[in-house]
């Protein structure tokens, strides 16, 4: 993984390169420590003038070596949404939030800007860790490419795996329902899972469930046999698996399905998503809603129900996608037009 990273930064100009491990899992003192510590010694050795960090890990990580380096680099934080911790009302995470936003009380303080993917965020930090409100910059989460991510492009999709539209042979198609991300309890895994088991039985040769993406281990632990694949096959699914065709798999759907009251910036399938001109149905949620105008280019469903789900889709007719067309692609090139939110970032490093 690292090394087709590196290519990829030396391509775009970056001098050199350091790789640090944020794992996804571990959140154990002792690795944010050891972090805190490599990026300590990064910055008294580079002196740098400007230090971004993102995510909780980087910014925690990186705003206390900056803190302790005593450089005077200007520091921007990037919240790409708040995950787990702040979705899950458990005990421990309810401590978890308490000692998050009290380290980023004092770490904004050192702060020049803090970005923000949905204004929920934004006001979260306003109201528990102090952050000014002068300090706050929204962008639409991490943007996209609409040169590179559209409609128009014709894709080479890889069919392994994935059955074909027609029906019968005929001129008739299938609507194609797409779930792209990973499986998880707080994502809508099982709502959706349900709603195609259902739609099979109702209407075997209208509705293609697909999804593609990573299982989260406690949606495994969860499945008879932790085997996704008969699952899937159970419940009238074509799981794909992880892939890094996204846009030719989003060329393929109909609709993108993403149930999920998990807490994001803004879930990158559904920004993709709209570049690619598609109806969306998921949850009035933070970060989720971001991508829906309820009604005009998609829906939104109640969050862990299957029901919802279910009454959605059979309102997203052919009907439906055909006036939809062009609003998904309209709210992608106002919101989350790549060229603009670079254009915010640059500005806000030299002011």
């Not at 510590?37 to 070596?65: E, F, M, Q, W």
């Not at 042979?169 to 194609?176: A, C, F, L, T």
């Not at 949606?219 to 065709?245: C, M, P, T, W």
Request: charged residues 25%.
């Amino acid at each position: 993984m690292e090394g087709s990273y590196k290519e990829k930064l030396k391509n775009l100009g970056v001098f050199k390169h350091i790789e640090v491990n944020f794992s996804g899992v571990n959140i154990s003192l002792l690795s944010i420590l050891s972090n805190i510590a490599k990026i300590y010694r990064y910055c008294k050795l580079y002196n740098p003038d400007i230090v971004h960090c993102y995510t909780h890990k980087g910014c925690i990580a990186g705003g206390s070596a900056l803190f302790f380096s005593r450089s005077q680099a200007r520091l921007f934080f990037t919240i790409t949404g708040l995950g787990r911790i702040f979705t899950s009302k458990s005990l421990k995470n309810i401590f978890l939030q308490k000692m998050i936003t009290t380290i980023y009380f004092f770490l904004c303080k050192r702060t020049h800007k803090v970005f923000f993917q949905n204004p929920d965020d934004a006001e979260l930090f306003m109201r528990k860790s102090r952050l000014v409100k002068e300090k706050i910059i929204l962008v639409g989460g991490s943007g996209v490419n609409l040169k590179k991510i559209n409609t128009y492009t014709d894709y080479k999709l890889d069919l392994n795996g994935i059955p074909s539209k027609k029906i019968n042979s005929s001129q008739n198609e299938k609507i194609v329902i797409l779930m792209l991300g990973r499986g998880m309890f707080e994502k809508g895994f099982f709502e959706y899972y349900e709603a195609a088991k259902l739609f099979n039985q109702l209407f075997p040769e209208k509705y293609l469930f697909i999804h593609a993406g990573y299982i989260d281990e406690d949606v495994l632990k969860n499945i008879e046999n932790s085997d996704i694949y008969e699952f899937a096959k159970k419940y009238s699914v074509h799981y794909l698996g992880f892939r890094q065709d996204s846009e030719a798999l989003l060329s393929y759907a109909d609709i993108v399905v993403h149930p999920s009251s998990y807490r994001e910036g803004v879930p990158r399938s559904l920004i993709e998503a709209l570049a690619m001109d598609k109806s969306i149905i998921t949850c009035n949620t933070i970060g989720n809603r971001e991508t829906v105008i309820d009604g005009w280019n998609g829906l939104f469903c109640i969050p862990g129900s299957a029901n919802s789900l279910v009454s959605c889709i059979l309102k997203i007719d052919r009907k439906f996608l055909f006036n939809a067309q062009g609003k998904s692609m309209k709210l992608a090139e106002i919101k989350f037009n790549v060229c603009i939110i670079d254009d915010k970032v640059f500005e806000s490093y030299f002011r």
